[in-house]
């Protein structure tokens, strides 16, 4: 019986360990908030396009981390950075499902136009990282014009 006890013990250790891992590879909710924040201000210090170059190019890895990247969408659905895709620019999303049928993009552009800022989700995305679909929320601020600046976070498992 002893050793079953260690055993279990021993189990519910490793579980606890692979789960503080995880949740160490991934970017928390007010890391994306924050991100968000830095994101606007350089819209406004620095101007759109140069911006924009700055959150899908990321150089230095001002604007990428671990999970957590900008991207940036017009209210029409065209997308205007993107930090893990950047073939994604110039696109317009504005119809695009995840795999359960949300429009989440114009679940996005819904939330910043009627509250100017705050988080959609969840919806299932496929993460650059490990290239599953993963639950993964969103938070969005108003951006220059009509526009939104977001960054996702995907939930731990």
């Excluded at 994306?32 to 700055?54: D, F, H, P």
Aim: with cysteine.
């Amino acid at each position: 019986m002893k050793t079953l006890s260690k055993v279990v013990a021993c189990i519910a250790l490793n579980v606890l360990f692979a789960s503080s891992v995880m949740a160490a590879d991934r970017g928390s909710e007010p890391e994306a908030e924050a991100m968000v924040k830095k994101a606007v201000a350089l819209i406004k210090s620095a101007g759109a396009e140069k911006a924009y170059a700055t959150f899908t190019e990321h150089p230095g890895g001002a604007f990428k981390d671990r999970d957590l990247y900008i991207f940036v969408y017009d209210f029409k659905g065209n997308c205007l950075a993107q930090g893990a895709n950047p073939k994604m620019v110039g696109k317009n999303l504005v119809g695009l499902k995840d795999v359960d049928g949300n429009a989440f993009i114009q679940g996005m552009i819904n939330v910043v136009k009627d509250k100017q800022k705050g988080w959609y989700g969840p919806y299932k995305f496929t993460n650059p990282n490990t290239t599953e679909y993963e639950l993964k929320k969103s938070y969005c601020e108003k951006g220059e014009g009509e526009t939104m600046v977001c960054v996702g976070t995907y939930l731990v498992k």
